[in-house]
Each structure stands twice: as C-alpha cells, then as structure tokens.
C-alpha cells in the first residue's frame, strides 16, 4: 500500500511537470521569428515597372514608408511608364525605401523580411550595393511583402556593401 501511495505521490509531482515543460516548447515554436516572401512589382503585375517615391526633391535623408491601401500608393509612387503596377492590398503591402546614394543605379545585393509576432514587429534588412552611374542622388527600393497588420512596426536595418 505505501508503495501505491508513494508511486501516485511521485505521478502527481512528475506529470505536471512533464507537461509544464511541453508546454514550455510550444510556447517556444509560437515565439519564433518567422522569415516572409518579399516580391518585386514584376513578381506581381507580370512586367517589369521603374518606380520612385513622388517629391523626392524635398528629402534630406534616407526615407521608409509602408503602404497599404491603393490611395496611399497612387499618392506616393510614380512610375516611368506612368501606370502603377495592379497590386492587390488584400494580400500586400509595398514597403519602400529612399536612401541617398553616390550611385543613383545602386541596387539590392540581399534582402529579408523577418516577423516577430511576440513583440509584433517585423525586420526588413537589406544589404546594396554603388551602380555604375557615379552620380549622387536618392535611389528607391520597392519590395511587396505579405499584409503587414496595423498593429505591427517595421525596423529597416539597411546596409551599404561595397562593390
């Protein structure tokens, strides 16, 4: 009888904690940081599009904006063939990025999109590199990306590797 007692004692010790631990892992998988598709306008509208942010003319310093609904991206974008690509705000959100440059045809060596759900961000990294144009100047970087919800922030982490 004592052996029944102690084993049901040792049970009642063990098992929650056991199950306190798997628990634990879980919450470690829902905490991960998950990697996102990033998309460029020919990725979506099936042609390739050369866009920049309107008024330009009036920045100073590197510029982030995350768009989200047709109104805003009509306000803010133009494109050379002064059509903007179809792009369905439902399913994305255009994230774009103005930095000055000593080469205006400076483009994207590398680029990820990391979200965060516990601290309800998300990271966008991006590595780039000088063209071949030796001109200074402001150079736009447009990626689609995944809805990103009004409640998250997004870091950009941008990085100038030499050529």
Known sequence: MNAS?????????????????MEGENNQERDEIVELEILSFKDIAGEEYYCDLKDQKDLTKEFHLVITNQEDFQANVSCS???????????WSVIAIC?????????????????????LKYL??????????TMPGFTTFFAAVPVIPENYRVIFNLKYIES
């Open 5 to 21: 007692i102690r084993i049901l004692f040792l049970c009642g010790i063990f098992v929650p904690i056991v199950f306190s631990c």
């Open 81 to 91: 063939n002064d059509e903007l690509p179809e792009i369905d705000f439902t399913k």
């Open 99 to 119: 930095v000055y440059t000593t080469h205006t045809t400076a483009h994207i060596v590398s680029q990820k999109l990391l979200r965060n759900d516990t601290e």
């Open 124 to 133: 966008y990294e991006v590595n780039y590199t000088g063209g071949i144009l």
